[in-house]
């Protein structure tokens, strides 16, 4: 707003100017040249508002495949592991839980050990010195998955069943990673605003002939859409921040533990599914 307000200040300066002060009021500047102009800029924008949104729309796609990936396998999970095993069950929704924790601030500014859920002395201190903790995570959910394995608690197909949500976790870190570090080019953003502040910098000099004071509110209009179109997409462009535009990430994560620990950590015993399955069956 205080650019929009600039500019409507720079443009009844011109405007009291050449309708004013000057003999000749015109600058020789067509408005059919500003029409090209704007054609040209709305073409850029276009480009900026779909990429920055297609990055938008891409990082909620990966998480909403990482709910349903986590669900999905405390699913598997709990039909697969012994009944009576709850600590197996508890360690696994406490690892789901963590992945995804630990994934929402690496993509932020480096993860938080103490907002991680359920730690040991061991996990806090080995967590502590990792730089990709949730790379770490996922190989101990690995590791979880074959000792079950090991220890003849789970079959092979079990493991085959298991394989495409484990190799997902980390497809949805290395694709959020490739949206985070991979902005639109610096270059390009710079000539857009550049061309955006040239353009209407340029224009009061024509519309001030044609629509005399009337140019104010209407270059003052002009800019603001404009100015308005470039800065979303420039707010968009990084889903994963904090910002009241970004993706709600934590929300996300927090749901995620609350579905795999409702799913693993149930309080019926196997005899009461059981009896449920025989009364529907």
């Known amino acids: 707003m205080r650019s929009v307000f600039a500019i409507g200040v720079y443009t009844a300066v011109i405007s009291f100017v050449e309708l004013e002060l000057m003999e000749v009021r015109s600058f020789g500047f067509s408005s059919a040249v ?11 924008l276009v480009f900026k508002t779909n990429t ?13 495949s990482l709910v349903n990936h986590s669900r999905n396998m405390a699913i598997m999970a709990n039909s697969t592991f012994p009944h009576e095993d709850r600590k197996v069950r508890h360690r696994l929704a406490t690892l789901i839980s963590n992945f995804s924790i630990s994934l929402k601030e690496h993509l932020r500014k480096g993860v938080i050990v103490d907002e991680l859920v359920f730690l040991s002395e061991d996990d806090h201190s080995n967590y ?8 770490y995570i996922s190989m101990q959910i690995h ?3 074959q000792h079950q394995y090991r220890e003849k608690l789970i079959s092979g197909e079990d493991i085959l069943n298991f394989k495409p949500h484990l190799q997902a976790l980390m497809d949805i870190a290395g694709a959020c990673e490739r949206i985070k570090k991979t902005p639109i080019p610096f270059s390009y953003n710079v000539y857009l605003k550049v061309f955006i ?19 104010i509110p209407a270059v003052m209009f002009i800019f603001f859409a404009f100015i308005g179109v470039e800065m979303m997409a420039e707010e968009i462009e ?17 749901t995620i533990k609350n579905n795999v620990f409702e799913i693993l950590e149930h309080k019926q015993t196997q005899e009461q599914e059981v009896e449920l399955y025989q009364k529907i069956f």
Not at 34 to 44: A, E, K, P
Not at 238 to 254: Q, T, Y
């Open 197 to 215: 502040t040239a353009y209407a910098l340029i224009l009061p000099l024509s519309l001030a002939i044609e629509m005399g004071y009337w140019s």
């Open 143 to 145: 590791q979880l998955i």
């Open 238 to 254: 990084d889903p994963f921040g904090l910002d009241c535009n970004d993706l709600p990430i934590s929300n996300i994560a927090h």
């Open 128 to 135: 502590s010195t990792k730089h990709h903790l949730p790379s």
């Open 34 to 44: 500003f029409s090209l102009l704007g054609i040209v800029l709305s073409i850029l």
């Open 52 to 64: 920055s949104y297609d990055r938008w729309w891409e990082g909620r796609q990966q998480w909403g």
